[in-house]
């Protein structure tokens, strides 16, 4: 791995976790994070899969351990990152990384957060219980992951982007 993509990743989880500090919005017992979720469609753009589940496990465990993440911030962000990564991978679509990134936190993180809130927090919830705060925050964030990675394409990071030398 190269120092310019640790760089990119360590930058990435910096905007992550101070943006989670300042934007968050309250939706029962989880709140929700757009900004981890617009780094993960960020993340899979640029770096691909692999990367930006590194960057998803890396901010969520420094959201933990400072207070501004739950216990939830584990699954929501990392199966998120995989999907929207897979996503980008497999198509080279930015909307279809953001369909990953819904899809990943908002419908699968939300589902696998039941039986985690359970054995971790000694909360029992309706299978469905998280999926309204998932789905609102992850389509919050997939969008301006997409805008910002729309204007990132337009300045000369461009040449980072999909290229080998990158990588």
């Known amino acids: 791995m190269s120092i310019r993509k640790l760089t990119i990743m360590a930058l990435l989880v910096a905007i992550a976790v101070a943006g989670s ?22 993340g899979a753009i640029i770096l691909g899969p692999v990367p930006t589940v590194v960057v998803a496990f890396v901010t969520a465990i420094i959201r933990i351990l400072t207070g501004t993440g739950s216990l939830l911030a584990i699954p929501g962000s990392i199966i998120g990152a995989l999907c929207a990564g897979l996503a980008y991978k497999y198509s080279s679509k930015m909307w279809l990384a953001g369909m990953g990134e819904v899809i990943g936190t908002g419908l699968l993180a939300s589902l696998v957060a039941v039986p985690y809130a359970k054995l971790l927090m000694g909360t029992s919830v309706a299978a469905l219980f998280f999926m309204p705060a998932f789905l609102i925050s992850s389509s919050i964030g997939a969008i301006l992951g997409i805008v910002v990675a729309s ?10 982007f999909n290229s080998r030398s990158f990588y």
């Not at 968050?24 to 780094?39: C, D, K, L």
């Open 21 to 42: 500090t300042f934007i968050s919005i309250p939706t029962g017992i989880a709140r929700a994070y757009p900004v981890q979720h617009a780094i993960n469609v960020i």
């Open 151 to 160: 204007s990132l394409r337009k300045t000369v990071l461009v040449k980072y």
